[in-house]
């Protein structure tokens, strides 16, 4: 079963989470996920995803280059993230970090990244196939999801 745990933040959104867990159909799912929300991500970021198939943590920005992000926003950015905490959760998308190659007399450190079975290195933000689809979704995901 999916639990979640959210800090951080004053507004009340434990129905849009469980909203987006249903619709992402993941409730099924014995997975925990940890919802933060932050004062700053790192690079300025709206949100970060990581995690494994069993824990997954998403931070959420309440501010992005000072200025405080509108309500909405921040809950489009957790859509977004939520599609990520699917990707992880079903094994769609497998992080494994940072590796060493080896090309001839050459070693090279990589970000080796599991997209539906096929490993992907240094695969450029706009290219990625994970970021793609949450892209895709995250608006539709939050205008069913939001209670009005």
Not at 25 to 48: E, T
Not at 59 to 67: D, R
Not at 113 to 138: F, H, L, R, S
Request: glycine share 8%.
């Amino acid at each position: 079963m999916l639990t979640f745990g959210i800090e951080g933040i004053d507004l009340e959104i434990d129905d849009y989470v469980l909203n987006l867990a249903s619709e992402l159909d993941i409730l099924k799912y014995d997975a925990d996920i940890d919802i933060r929300f932050v004062d700053r991500c790192d690079a300025d970021a709206g949100g970060y995803c990581f995690g494994d198939n069993e824990e997954v943590e998403i931070e959420i920005a309440t501010h992005v280059q000072g200025e405080r992000l509108e309500d909405e926003t921040m809950m489009i950015n957790l859509a977004h993230e939520m599609v990520h905490a699917k990707q992880l959760i079903t094994g769609e998308l497998v992080d494994h970090g940072i590796q060493l190659t080896t090309a001839g007399d050459a070693q090279t450190l990589v970000k080796v990244t599991e997209w539906k079975g096929q490993n992907m290195t240094n695969v450029a933000y706009d290219d990625q196939p994970w970021e793609i689809e949450a892209y895709a979704k995250e608006r539709g995901l939050y205008e069913r999801c939001i209670i009005s």
